[in-house]
């Protein structure tokens, strides 16, 4: 057994990785991100609740003069953002087993894939706004680019987020706090792309 059993002792990689290991209770910065994410939970709950309500209320869905939304591109690069959980879920493992370089290049891979989608997304989220707008597009234009606003704001903090982390792995290697810091991230992307899946088929309900 290995004589180092407390996070402060951890002063290597692998020592921090075997600490994270040996963890029984979750880290406190994984619990904090546990709650943020409860409470961003509520947030689009109700986001994607007003929209259903609103549509509800409204004999056409979107109003006259407003096209249907477009499915295949959304949807697809929706599904692309999923599969950038897989290299988070294998960062998060790599920096468990104290390798601070395959951490990072798993980092960087789903960074790029999350690059991509919101690039898309803001191309798309611009030709809406130059058809409709949320004042001329009524109840429907408000829920509709508040509801992608948001989503979006919250894929680019997650990116933020992926760029903190590998320039610390980069200039300073894994420590105990950047393999909790690994950890807590990728339940942050776990949660954004499945609200961002939530969100998308929200959006593209009215042509599903």
């Given amino acids: 057994m290995s004589a180092i059993s407390r996070s402060m002792e951890a002063t290597s990689a692998r020592a921090a990785g075997m600490v994270a290991r040996n963890r029984i209770a979750l880290p406190n910065g994984v619990w904090a991100m546990l709650m943020l994410i409860c409470t961003e939970s509520m947030l689009f709950g109700g986001l994607i609740g007003s929209y259903f309500y609103l549509s509800s209320q409204n004999a056409h869905w979107p109003p006259p003069g407003i096209e249907a939304p477009s499915v295949p591109l959304p949807l697809a690069i929706t599904c692309v953002l999923l599969l950038s959980a897989i290299p988070m879920f294998l960062a998060g493992k790599a920096a468990r087993q104290g390798r601070p370089g395959l951490t990072g290049a798993f980092v960087l891979s789903a960074f790029l ?39 979006h704001a919250h894929v680019l903090i997650g990116l933020f987020l992926d760029v903190w982390l590998m320039a610390r792995i980069a200039m300073g290697g894994l420590t105990n706090y950047r393999v909790i810091a690994t950890r807590a991230i990728s339940w942050y992307w776990y949660f954004v792309v499945l609200v961002t899946l939530l969100v998308t088929l929200t959006q593209l309900s009215p042509s599903l």
């Fill in 113 to 151: 894939v999350q690059a991509g989608y919101l690039t898309v997304q803001i191309v798309l989220f611009r030709h809406d706004y130059l058809k409709f707008t949320p004042v001329d597009g009524g109840s429907y234009g408000s829920i509709y680019f508040t509801m992608l606003a948001a989503d």
